[in-house]
C-alpha cells in the first residue's frame, strides 16, 4: 500500500540514484524534463479521454449510445479524430494576421502544461512544487484571454473577431470572482503552496468550511475554460466557432488540446483546494486525485449537455453583480470565522 | 493621435450558418455585438414551385406541395386538396375529412416539436433538440405506416386520402396521445422551466399587437402577441366546427412565449385528435372523382392554418387538366417581415432567437 | 424560487444518462419497414400491359416504358422499362395509376450509388436481377 502511494516517488528516486551525485545539476535537469514529458502526457491523454468520454456524455444525456464504431465500445475513436486532424491541410487564410495567427494555438496549448505542473498529484508529487502556487496558476490561466484574442483578431474574420472581444470581456469579468473565491482558503491555510493547502485538508476538506467559495469557483472555472452554458466565445449558434472559425488540422487540434487541458487543471485546481487533492482512505493517493479530478470534469460535461447558453448581457451580471459581492462576501465571513476561531480557541 | 472611432460592422449570416435553418442570408449591421439594422435575404431554396404547377397535372401537383413546409407537409396537402375541391365542388367522405384532421394534428405537434427543438438548439440547448426529436420520430413512424413516407407525406388525394391506416395505427396514435403530456413536462423541464433559456427568451424581442396585426403575423406568432386569431377557428374548413377546443393566446410578445405557446397548442391537438379518434365513422375514404381531374373554369382561394402561419392557395383554372396559375401564401413569408423591425437594436445572439422563434421553414418562403 | 429549472433540468439530464437509450445500430440491425414505404419500385414484368398510366401519373417524367404487340397472345407486352430515379420524387403516383399492380413500391431503402448514371434504373434487368439473387 505505503509502496503503491509512493510509487511515482520511488520511481524518481531510482533515476536520481542512477547518477553519481543524485542531486547534481543533471540529474535535476533529467527530472525536469521527465517531468515536463509527464505533463505533456497527462494533458494529450486528458484530452483523448475526455473528447470521447464529452461525446459518450452527450449521447447518454440524450439517449444515444455516443461513439461506438472504433474499437471496443468506440473508446478508440478521439485516436482517429486525431489521425484524421493530422491529416489535414493547414490553411492560413489569405488576410490572416500570419504570425499571431500561428502562434495563437501553441499559447492556448502550452498555458495548461504551465499551470498543471503546479499540482500536486500525491504527496510530495508535485513536478514542480512552488511556494506561490496558487498566485502562479491564476497568473497563467489568465494569459488565455490573450491567447483568444490573438486567435480572433489573426484570423481576419469578424466571427473570430466578435468571438475574441467576447472571451476579452467574458475571461476578465471571470477572472475576479475566481481569484476571489480562492482568497478564503489562503486565509484559512495563510499558504498560497498547494502542497500545503492538500495538507491543511487532513481533517476536513475546504468544501465544508467553504462552501459558497466552492459554488462560486465552479461557476467561474467553467466561464474561464468557455464551456457551457458560458461558451459564448465559440458559441457556434452565433458566432460560428468564434476565435477556432479558421483553424483547420492540427493548429484546430491544439485549441482543442488546450481546451481541454485548460479544463483538467480548472479541475485539479477544485480537487486541490476544496476537495482535499490527493487525501483520502484506503487507496493510493494519486488515484483519489484523478478520481476528484473526474468527479468535477463529469459535472462540467452535464451542465454543459443540460443548460443552454447564458445571455451575454446576463453573463455580465453574474460575474459582477452576483459572484463578486458573494465572494467578497465569503472573505469577510472566513475572516469573521477566523477571528471567532482564534478567540473561541485562544490563538 | 486618438484613434477612439468606432466604425459599423457588417457581418454576412448565411446561407451557411448554423443557426440559419435552411438557406436563409441576413446581412447585420452591428455596432459591437448590438444590431443596427438587418437585412433579410431570400431566395436560395427557390425551386419555382408556382410555376412548375403550370405544367403539372392537379394531382401532379400534389407531391411538389409536400416540399413547401416540409416539417408539416401534410398540411400543405390539405390546403392544396381542399382549394381544388372547392374550385370543383366535391364533397369528400366523413371518414377521409376526420383521417385529415388527425394528420393536420399530427402534421402540427410535429412541426411544433421541431419548432421547440430548434429554438432550443438555437440557444445552444443540444439535449433538449434531442427529445423533441425523438418523440417527432413516433408521428414520423405513423406517417410512414399509413402513407409510405416521413417527410414528404403525400398522404392527400382530390377527393380523400390516399390510404386507409393500417390496424397498427390506432393502437400507435393512442399510445402516443397518452405520453405527450410526459413528453410536454420534460420538454418544460430541460427547455422552458431553465432560467437561463427564461432569460435568453423572456422580454427578448417583443412584438406589440399593433405591430403584429399591421404586418399581418399569422399562426402562434400573432397569437403570442395576444391576438386570439385562428382559421381554424375564424373560417372553420373542412370539419373543424364540430371540435371542442381552444385557441391558446398569449400576451408576452416576447420570444418565450412564441415558443411556448407551441406546447399549448400541441395540447390543443391532442385534444382535438382524442375527440376525432372518438367520432370517426367507418366508410369509404375517397369521393368518387373523375379519373382525370378537370375543374371548371374559374378561380379559387382557400386558406387553411398551417402550424407556423396562414397557408394559401389561390389557384386559377382554365378548364384544362393544368392549373393556369397557381399563387401560394405561406405562412413564414409574410411572418419573416417582422425580423428587421423587431430584432433591431437586439444584440446577435438574441437576433439568432428571435429568428428561431418565428419558425421559418425556407421551403416555404422561397417556394 | 431561481435555480430550480437548473436544477429540475439536471435531474431530467442525469435520468436519461443513466436510462437506456435508442440507438438504432443500423448497418448491424436493419430496420423493417412497413410495406407501404415508398423507398423504391418493383416491376412485375407479366404483370405489365403497357398501358402508360404510369409515366403519365408521373410529375417528372421518370418512367419511359415501350411495349410492342405479342402475335400470338395478342397483348402488349413489356418491351423496355426505364426510371430515372435522379428526377423521381418517390410521390408513389405511379404505383397508384398501375391497374394490374405490376408496378409496386418495395422497401429496398439503399440506394446510394456513386455515378449519376446509376440512377437510371433498366427496371427489367433490376427485376431479372432480384429474381436470380432471391
Not at chain 2, 433579410?40 to 401537383?61: C, D, M, N, V, W
Not at chain 2, 417581415?337 to 423587431?342: E, H, R
Not at chain 3, 439530464?13 to 415508398?38: A, C, D, H, W
Request: charged share 20%.
Amino acid at each position: 500500500m505505503q509502496t503503491l502511494n509512493n510509487l511515482f516517488l520511488i520511481i524518481a528516486h531510482f533515476i536520481r540514484s542512477l547518477f553519481a551525485d543524485p542531486q547534481s545539476v543533471w540529474a535535476n535537469l533529467t527530472m525536469d524534463v521527465i517531468n515536463f514529458i509527464i505533463v505533456v502526457v497527462i494533458i494529450v491523454l486528458a484530452a483523448l479521454i475526455l473528447i470521447l468520454l464529452e461525446r459518450k456524455v452527450a449521447g447518454w444525456t440524450s439517449m444515444r449510445t455516443g461513439p461506438n464504431r472504433l474499437g471496443p465500445r468506440g473508446w478508440f475513436q478521439t485516436i482517429a479524430d486525431a489521425l484524421k486532424l493530422m491529416g489535414k491541410e493547414d490553411v492560413t487564410p489569405a488576410g490572416a494576421d500570419k504570425i499571431i495567427f500561428k502562434i495563437a494555438p501553441m499559447i492556448i496549448f502550452s498555458l495548461p502544461m504551465m499551470t498543471l505542473a503546479v499540482i500536486p498529484y500525491g504527496n510530495h508529487m508535485a513536478p514542480i512544487d512552488l511556494d506561490l502556487g496558487i498566485f502562479y496558476f491564476l497568473a497563467v490561466s489568465a494569459i488565455s484571454t490573450l491567447a483568444f484574442l490573438m486567435a480572433g483578431w489573426g484570423s481576419n474574420n469578424k466571427y473570430s473577431l466578435l468571438g475574441g472581444m467576447r472571451a476579452v470581456a467574458q475571461m476578465i469579468s471571470y477572472e475576479i470572482p475566481l481569484l476571489f473565491s480562492l482568497l478564503g482558503v489562503i486565509m484559512i491555510t495563510q499558504s498560497f503552496n498547494l502542497g500545503d493547502i492538500v495538507k491543511a485538508q487532513h481533517t476536513i476538506p475546504f468544501i465544508v468550511l467553504q462552501p459558497l467559495a466552492f459554488v462560486i469557483y465552479i461557476i467561474a472555472g467553467i466561464a474561464e475554460v468557455n464551456r457551457a452554458p458560458f461558451d459564448l466565445v465559440e458559441a457556434d449558434q452565433e458566432v460560428v466557432a468564434g476565435p477556432f472559425t479558421e483553424y483547420t488540422g492540427l493548429r484546430w487540434g491544439l485549441f482543442f488540446l488546450g481546451e481541454y487541458g485548460n479544463m483538467t487543471a480548472v479541475s485539479a485546481l477544485a480537487a486541490t483546494v476544496f476537495l482535499g487533492g490527493w487525501q483520502g482512505p484506503f487507496l493510493p493517493g494519486w488515484v483519489w486525485f484523478w478520481m476528484k479530478v473526474g468527479v468535477i470534469i463529469f459535472f462540467m460535461m452535464w451542465v454543459r449537455w443540460t443548460f443552454p447558453r447564458i445571455r451575454v448581457d446576463h453573463l455580465m451580471h453574474l460575474a459582477w453583480k452576483v459572484l463578486l459581492p458573494l465572494s467578497i462576501l465569503n472573505i469577510f465571513l472566513t475572516g469573521l470565522g477566523i477571528f471567532i476561531y482564534r478567540l473561541v480557541m485562544g490563538g | 493621435m486618438s484613434i477612439d472611432k468606432t466604425e459599423e460592422l457588417v457581418l454576412n449570416m448565411g446561407p451557411q450558418h448554423p443557426s440559419m435553418h435552411g438557406l436563409f442570408r441576413m446581412i447585420v449591421h452591428l455596432e459591437g455585438e448590438t444590431v443596427t439594422e438587418i437585412e433579410p435575404k431570400i431566395g436560395y431554396l427557390h425551386r419555382g414551385i408556382e410555376k412548375l404547377a403550370e405544367s403539372r397535372t392537379y394531382t401532379q401537383f400534389i407531391p411538389y406541395t409536400d416540399r413547401l413546409d416540409y416539417l408539416a407537409s401534410p398540411h400543405n396537402n390539405w390546403a392544396y386538396v381542399q382549394t381544388v375541391e372547392k374550385l370543383m365542388g366535391v364533397e369528400i367522405p366523413e371518414r377521409a375529412e376526420y383521417l385529415r384532421v388527425i394528420f393536420g394534428e399530427l402534421a402540427r405537434i410535429a412541426s411544433h416539436q421541431v419548432m421547440i427543438a430548434s429554438t432550443a438548439l438555437d440557444i445552444a440547448g443540444w439535449t433538449a433538440w434531442g427529445y423533441a426529436f425523438r418523440d417527432r420520430e413516433r408521428i414520423l413512424d405513423m406517417y410512414e405506416m399509413t402513407a409510405g413516407s416521413r417527410l414528404t407525406v403525400n398522404c392527400m388525394r382530390i377527393g380523400g386520402m390516399s390510404a386507409e391506416p393500417p390496424a397498427e395505427f390506432w393502437p400507435a396514435l393512442e399510445s402516443f396521445l397518452d405520453d405527450t403530456p410526459e413528453m410536454l413536462e420534460e420538454y418544460y423541464g430541460i427547455f422552458f422551466g431553465n432560467e437561463i433559456a427564461q432569460g435568453r427568451l423572456k422580454n427578448v424581442g417583443i412584438m406589440p399587437k399593433e405591430l403584429a396585426e399591421n404586418l399581418s403575423i399569422t399562426g402562434p406568432v400573432l397569437r403570442a402577441s395576444g391576438v386570439q386569431y385562428d382559421v381554424r377557428k375564424a373560417y372553420p374548413y373542412s370539419i373543424y366546427d364540430r371540435f371542442d377546443f381552444d385557441v391558446p393566446v398569449r400576451y408576452g410578445c416576447d420570444s418565450y412565449d412564441r415558443t411556448i405557446i407551441r406546447m399549448d397548442e400541441i395540447k390543443e391537438s391532442v385534444k382535438i385528435i382524442r375527440q376525432a379518434i372518438r367520432d370517426i365513422p367507418e366508410g369509404p375514404i375517397m369521393a368518387k372523382v373523375p379519373k382525370v381531374i378537370k375543374p371548371p373554369v374559374g378561380e379559387v382561394y382557400h386558406r387553411v392554418e398551417n402550424p407556423k402561419g396562414e397557408l394559401g392557395f389561390y389557384i386559377v383554372s382554365d378548364g384544362s387538366t393544368k392549373p393556369a396559375r397557381v399563387r401560394i401564401r405561406p405562412g413564414t413569408f409574410v411572418n419573416l417581415q417582422m425580423l428587421p423591425i423587431v430584432a433591431k437594436g437586439w444584440k446577435i445572439q438574441d437576433v439568432v432567437a428571435i429568428f428561431a422563434t418565428l419558425d421559418a421553414v425556407l421551403g416555404e418562403v422561397d417556394k | 424560487m431561481f435555480g430550480k429549472g437548473l436544477f429540475q433540468g439536471l435531474g431530467i439530464t442525469f435520468k436519461r444518462m443513466v436510462g437506456p437509450n435508442i440507438t438504432e445500430f443500423y448497418p448491424e440491425q436493419k430496420p423493417v419497414l412497413p410495406s407501404r414505404v415508398r423507398s423504391s419500385m418493383g416491376l412485375q414484368r407479366e404483370k405489365c400491359i403497357c398501358c402508360n398510366m404510369c409515366a403519365m401519373a408521373c410529375p417528372n417524367g421518370v418512367i419511359k416504358l415501350t411495349g410492342e404487340k405479342d402475335e400470338e397472345s395478342k397483348k402488349r407486352v413489356l418491351k423496355s422499362y426505364h426510371m430515372d430515379l435522379g428526377r423521381c420524387l418517390f410521390c408513389g403516383l405511379c404505383t397508384e395509376a398501375c391497374p394490374t399492380k405490376a408496378l409496386t413500391v418495395t422497401q429496398e431503402y439503399e440506394n446510394a450509388v456513386f455515378e449519376a448514371d446509376d440512377m437510371k434504373w433498366d427496371m427489367i434487368a433490376r427485376a431479372e436481377r432480384k429474381g436470380k439473387e432471391g
